[in-house]
Structure formats: structure tokens, C-alpha cells
């Protein structure tokens, strides 16, 4: 931190561009004016200091409020390309598959899916994509230990997701909630 204030502080000399003559023309009162005046601006950024810590701990707590509800949430969630590549995947769907993150993201997620459910996938995954709304997929990923898990997968489609980074070239993506239905 006092190096970052050094370099500020080097920057702001180098703006300063007053002579010595121009130093000693100052009378008392144009000091005294200058001096409240730099009061005033060094309370005023002292305000705006604290202002910009209140909201950077408020975005922090929101950011791991969204971080816990997205892993925490009693179903599986995956945020995948529109060429169906796992961009995000949540702590509990990798509960369930028995995998770490690393392995399935950058995925297809067709990858998750039995041999047997991967025609139908496949068939239907555009349209899914495209228009997920009111739609489902009932299948079977491959499940931890070579058990296999009956799941529905609901979607949502998200344009201009909030990140760049997990957009692909046409800016969406498309959110799915998969849903443990092997019991039912």
C-alpha cells in the first residue's frame, strides 16, 4: 500500500507544474483559501473512500451469497454453451457424478450422459437450447461408483450472461437445473 501511495504521489508532482517564482507570488489569503479548499477535498475524498469500501464489502457479501446458493442448492446445475460445452457446474452435480470440476468443465455434456440417452440428447438439444422454456429431458447420467442416475433437466436461457468469459460467440447460454428423479 505505501508503495502504490509513493506512485501516486510521484504521478501527482509530475502534474504540478509550478514555478518557485509563482510559489512566493501566493499571498496569505490565497494560502489560506487554498488550504480549506484542499480540506474540503480531502474530507470529500475520505467520503467517497468509504463509500467505494461499503459497496466493494456489499458486492463481496453478495458474491458469496450467490457462490454458497449456487453450490449449496439441493439440485444440480450446469451452465453450458450453445454447442452444448459445460462452461459452470455446481458442487452438488458433482456430488452426484462423483467427479471434480476440472473433469467436466470444458466438457460436452453429452459426456454425462448413458450410451443409451445419448441419441435422444443429441436429438433434442438444439431445440432445447433454442427454446428451453416449458420443455424437459427426462435421462441417465453416469452417477458415482457405476451407477447410473435418472434426472430431468430443466433449462433457462440467458443472453448477455453477466460474464464474457462464459458466453460463447453468439452471447448465450443456457442454464439447466438437473433434478434427481430416480426415486420417482
Avoid: C
Avoid at 507544474?17 to 490565497?30: K, Q
Avoid at 480531502?42 to 449456487?70: C, D
Avoid at 442448492?73 to 454453451?81: D, R
Amino acid at each position: 500500500m505505501a508503495e502504490y501511495l509513493h506512485l501516486i504521489k510521484d504521478r501527482t508532482e509530475k502534474i504540478i507544474d509550478f514555478t518557485p517564482e509563482e510559489i512566493s507570488r501566493i499571498t496569505p489569503d490565497e494560502i489560506q483559501r487554498i488550504f480549506y479548499d484542499l480540506q474540503i477535498h480531502q474530507i470529500e475524498l475520505k467520503m467517497q473512500n468509504q463509500e467505494l469500501r461499503t459497496a466493494q464489502e456489499e458486492l463481496t457479501r453478495s458474491r458469496n451469497n450467490y457462490h454458497y446458493l449456487f453450490h449449496q442448492l439441493p439440485v444440480g446445475i450446469v451452465v453450458v454453451s450453445s454447442t452444448g460445452f459445460v462452461e459452470q457446474v455446481n458442487d452438488m452435480l458433482l456430488e452426484w457424478l462423483g467427479i471434480d470440476k476440472n473433469q467436466l468443465v470444458k466438457k460436452h455434456l453429452s459426456s454425462l450422459i448413458v450410451d443409451e440417452d445419448k441419441v435422444l440428447f443429441n436429438s433434442r438439444f438444439d431445440s432445447f437450447f433454442k427454446s428451453p422454456e416449458g420443455k424437459s429431458i427426462v435421462l441417465s447420467l453416469k452417477g458415482k461408483k457405476n451407477l447410473t442416475l435418472k434426472v430431468k433437466m430443466s433449462g433457462k436461457k440467458i443472453s448477455e450472461f453477466d460474464s464474457e468469459a462464459h458466453a460463447d460467440n453468439n452471447g448465450q447460454t443456457l442454464i439447466i437445473t438437473i433434478a434427481d428423479v430416480t426415486d420417482l
